[in-house]
């Protein structure tokens, strides 16, 4: 089978650009001192109805170090956040996880009456310090997120009548701040989360029937926009989707128990979301390292698709969204074989055409480098192409980033051909990133025996030529390496006991530093790299991982 990708655009990016700039005009309005009094005063009658709660599983040991003041998120801890909301050394992304509140299920966890003092003092404090509008605390991804988490967990964490009516009370002002705003700047998995608070707050208070329509509508258009026909979401990054499914689960359980109708379209987009997720994942259960992901739990990715009930079996091409997976025995090989995501959805892409990770078994040998998930720092570099098991020309990443996030230029085309025989599975790839800045297309060939046992490869820099290029192996950490005594390979030593041998031709073999966020945090590791110095129109690299046989 063959396909080729093209990058996106047009009037859906067109737009997005003209909602962000009319949020960012109406921002003037929420800042004014007088924008409160725009927004509902009062509880309501009564308290939120229940939702059926949130059921992912949280984290008694991370709840117990936020009850004794240690917040930790997303790879980043502060002991005693001063102040408390708004701590100078806090990353963005953190202060989004703070005042999203999902991590009320990790203090529920704790399943003690300590644990939801924590939780009920800290919502205490929200309502009575943040009533006024700020950029990010009321962003409406993160708005969206808390009303999700408040009115998910309010019943759990045994409220009393009078933190019940300040929730109510604060919930509404809330709602109606992100009625008004929604879709607003945000696009794909975020405007999710977005709409899942508003249609939270539409269910469970009093007089939310207005916002419940509002927020159905747009579920059913950002589904229609977002979900490829092979079940893949928009945004390519396997974080997101797992996000999206995670979200998509909750509306379906908190709808059924308000006795509200489930969606068609809700219902298949779990469907389809659901064995997309398995082409995503290793063998140890984790996710692969593709655009802004890390590997996430295997318990967690487990409980997801236990609730989702999705039981298609898992694909082996994705070829709208731009994954394949090779599997033989237990070595599965997931490759990149997409363009990246149109204009809007592009925040999460990286410069990673044609890169795979390889795992055998629960060990992962060859990765990509993954995204830090709060420092932009971290996350700028590791965005490039040499973050990326693949070809990297003249030093060069095959797309033209950003630093705010999204794609200048990238790979507009990106081909492959899938053939099986006999269990054996190979794939003929090509992207012309390279193309524009120096007249190069990248051709890459990758094939998978059926016993699992051996990945063959050849890298091509086709065009011009004359720039040095190097084939990038990222390893895992916890891969032993070291270079063949001929230095034309290496030999490998995975944490399971296996042993394997990496060998090429056309270019000269070193070892070099590495680094690996795969569970966000920085790990050093290795990298095998396989140069040509001035390749000519057409030179080959070709390159084999095979396993050693026990003698």
């Not at 002991?79 to 202060?95: D, F, G, T, V, Y």
């Amino acid at each position: 089978m063959a396909a080729t990708m093209a990058s996106g655009g047009g009037q859906g990016s067109t737009g997005q650009r003209l909602r962000a700039r009319g949020y960012r005009l109406r921002c003037a309005l929420y800042r004014s001192p007088l924008y409160r009094f725009l927004l509902p005063s009062g509880g309501g009658a009564g308290a939120p109805a229940a939702l059926g709660g949130d059921t992912w599983p949280g984290d008694a040991v991370q709840g117990s170090a936020i009850a004794q003041g240690t917040l930790t998120f997303v790879g980043q801890s502060i002991l005693n956040p001063a102040p408390l909301w708004s701590p100078p050394a806090a990353h963005e992304a953190w202060l989004a996880a703070l005042h999203g509140f999902g991590w009320l299920r990790d203090l529920k966890a704790m399943d003690s009456e300590a644990g939801r003092a924590v939780a009920r003092g800290l919502i205490e404090r929200w309502i009575a310090d943040n009533a006024r509008w700020h950029p990010l605390t009321w962003r409406p991804d993160v708005l969206g997120r808390r009303l999700a988490a408040w009115l998910g967990h309010c019943h759990a964490i045994g409220a009393d009548e009078v933190l019940t009516a300040a929730l109510v009370s604060s919930a509404r002002r809330q709602a109606a701040h992100l009625s008004r705003t929604l879709p607003g700047p945000l696009a794909g998995g975020r405007l999710v989360a977005g709409i899942k608070g508003l249609i939270y707050a539409g269910l469970a208070l009093p007089g939310g029937e207005a916002w419940l329509r509002r927020g159905l509508q747009l579920l059913e258009r950002e589904l229609a926009a977002q979900l490829l026909p092979d079940g893949g979401q928009i945004e390519r990054s396997p974080a997101v989707h797992l996000g999206l499914l995670c979200d998509l689960v909750d509306l379906r359980t908190a709808l059924t128990a308000a006795s509200q109708p489930v969606p068609e379209a809700l219902t298949v987009a779990i469907a389809g979301l659901s064995p997309m997720l398995r082409l995503y994942r290793h063998g140890d259960g984790g996710l692969a390292l593709f655009n802004d992901s890390g590997e996430d739990e295997a318990w967690r990715i487990d409980a997801v698709l236990v609730r989702a009930d999705a039981r298609d079996p898992t694909p082996t091409e994705a070829s709208a969204t731009g994954f394949h997976r090779l599997a033989a025995r237990r070595t599965v090989v997931i490759v990149d074989a997409g363009a990246p995501p149109p204009p809007g959805y592009d925040s999460h892409a990286h410069a990673g055409t044609l890169a795979f990770e390889m795992s055998v078994g629960q060990d992962r040998l060859i990765v990509n480098c993954g995204a830090h998930p709060s420092d932009p720092d971290w996350r700028t570099v590791q965005r490039h192409t040499a973050a990326h098991s693949t070809l990297v020309l003249a030093d060069t990443s095959s797309a033209v980033l950003r630093a705010e996030g999204g794609v200048a230029r990238g790979p507009r085309q990106v081909t492959w051909q899938r053939h099986e025989a006999e269990a054996n599975a190979w794939l003929e790839l090509s992207h012309d990133g390279y193309r524009k800045p120096f007249g190069v297309v990248h051709r890459r060939r990758l094939y998978l025996a059926a016993s699992g046992d051996e990945l063959r490869g050849e890298d091509s820099a086709m065009g011009r030529g004359d720039n040095r290029a190097d084939v990038r192996f990222h390893l895992h950490p916890d891969v032993q390496v070291s270079l063949t005594q001929n230095r034309q390979g290496a030999i490998l030593r995975l944490p399971g006991g296996s042993g394997w041998r990496m060998r090429a031709i056309g270019g000269r073999v070193a070892v070099e530093d590495s680094i690996y966020l795969g569970r966000g945090q920085v790990r050093r590791g290795y990298q095998i790299v396989v140069t040509l110095d001035r390749p000519e129109d057409g030179d080959t690299v070709k390159w084999v991982f095979a396993r050693e046989k026990r003698g």
